[in-house]
């Protein structure tokens, strides 16, 4: 299930609901990511994240095709927020629910990593006053890389 | 031919998008974003370094070779940074 809203998500509540009815699954897999406060050169008061509308929906329902293509999952969640976000806030919820915990932790693994190249997001840091756009990062093409077949 | 533009690429054109009729000489992704740098001097300074733009032409990701036609929604950004 693919969710992109500016509402915050009740993690615990997301997760129960992940899982109930299905006396077959044996484990819950969950990623939160939330706003850091420390950036290179100072603190961010805030972050507005921006998306593209329809692509956004269209790549995080391929993301999570694929993973329900590799991994036995009984069911997936992706939640991923825009508009105006402060330090602590919650940004993405990725969780995933199989029999076993390896495809479950494995599958959640993926869909952060393959999310954070892939769906049509970009942070404006609020820093000192200033605004900046945060620059794509290497080392998550690299962790995206890990999974390529 | 739609034109979408966003982060710091909309800023730097100066809108969020335009609807463009590029000459008949333009047919692939290269193509257009030359054809698109003509247009003013902040679409110029946008697209000066292709190597931090990415393109989707009606929403999946297209290679700077990809074929562009009337009537295609075709999205200019950054390097995506969600999660």
Known sequence: MIRVQREDFDVGGELAALSSGDRGIGGVASFVGLVREAAGGGAVGAMTLEHYPGMTEKKLAEIEAEAQRRWPLSASLIIHRYGRLEPGDRIVLVATASSHRQAALEACAFLIDWLKTEAPFWKLEEVGGEQRWVEARDSDDTAAARWRR | ?83
Do not use: C
């Open chain 2, 1 to 83: 031919m739609r034109i979408l533009y966003f982060a710091w690429l909309r800023s730097r054109v100066g809108m969020a998008s335009e609807v463009v009729d590029p000459p008949a000489t333009v047919t692939d992704v290269a193509g257009l974003l030359d054809w698109l740098a003509t247009r003013s001097p902040g679409h110029q300074a946008a697209l000066a370094d292709r190597r931090v733009v990415r393109v989707a032409i009606n929403q999946d990701y297209a290679q700077p070779d990809a074929a562009v036609k009337t009537g295609d929604e075709i999205a200019i950004f950054p390097p995506v940074t969600g999660g």
